[in-house]
């Protein structure tokens, strides 16, 4: 039987994808310029009724790149979201142990007591999945097994925004062969994520910004370019809270 063109696109994109996760493992292994927070990777800002905001998931939910978890995506998220209500907030980050969709499951469980009184959870899943190889069949599985143990441990009316994987053709880490499979490999994702997250109430996909799609990302030791993505990324995520559907 003759492959389908489907088939043999991925075919040809196998040692591509290979090729990524190769160079995303040397990276890695080589994290003399990563930066992450120092403090405690929760905060609280005052004010009445304060809601409670989980940010969950890989590095940049708990703030890659910055010094202080308050210039991550949860501090981003708090300040836009206690802006919107004029209530206070409390807010929390959460890393998922290995970075991988395999293990969030684990993640929720082990989280469960904070997850139970949460307001708004964000979930950012998708970068070090995409390089490193997981299929989509395992993306599928994983996510779904996720949402599906998050929304049996929330309250019945909290938001869950889950953020969209990245355009990963932009990505400045890996080779120009290796960004194109990841960007192929990111959009399959976040079409899978798109349907799972349309089966439940009040959650929503969260678009990546179109401000942060334009230029080749390279990942430097300097804070001021992921001050401004968290910016743009949270603001992206305060404002999908509108289009949310019960």
């Not at 809601?51 to 790149?65: F, P, W």
């Not at 009184?117 to 996720?146: C, F, K, Q």
Request: charged letters at 20%; proline letters at 6%; glycine letters at 8%.
């Amino acid at each position: 039987m003759t492959p389908s063109l489907h088939q043999q696109t991925e075919r040809a994109l196998r040692p591509a994808r290979l090729l990524g996760f190769v160079e995303y493992v040397f990276r890695r292994n080589d994290k003399s310029g990563d930066i992450y927070p120092t403090d405690d990777p929760f905060g609280v800002i005052a004010g009445e009724n304060p809601e409670r905001i989980v940010v969950l998931g890989e590095a940049n939910a708990v703030g890659l790149g910055v010094t202080r978890h308050t210039l991550g995506m949860a501090g981003h998220v708090a300040r836009l979201m206690a802006s919107r209500t004029a209530h206070g907030v409390r807010w929390w980050a959460i890393g998922v142990r290995g970075q991988r969709i395999r293990t969030l499951p684990a993640a929720v469980e082990d989280n469960r007591e904070l997850l139970e009184h949460a307001d708004l959870v964000v979930l950012m899943m998708g970068i070090v999945d995409t390089l490193s190889l997981t299929t989509r069949r395992s993306w599928s599985s994983h996510m779904t097994s996720s949402l599906d143990a998050l929304m049996r441990t929330i309250p019945n009316g909290t938001t869950v925004l889950v953020t969209q994987t990245p355009p990963m053709d932009n990505a400045g880490s890996v080779s120009r062969l290796a960004r194109f499979a990841a960007g192929r490999q990111a959009r399959a994702f976040n079409s899978i994520t798109a349907d799972i997250v349309s089966r439940h109430p009040h959650c929503s996909m969260v678009p990546f910004p179109d401000s942060l799609q334009q230029d080749l990302w390279v990942p430097e030791s300097r804070e001021g370019p992921y001050v401004g993505m968290y910016s743009a990324w949270a603001a992206s995520a305060v404002g999908q809270l509108g289009v949310c559907v019960a």
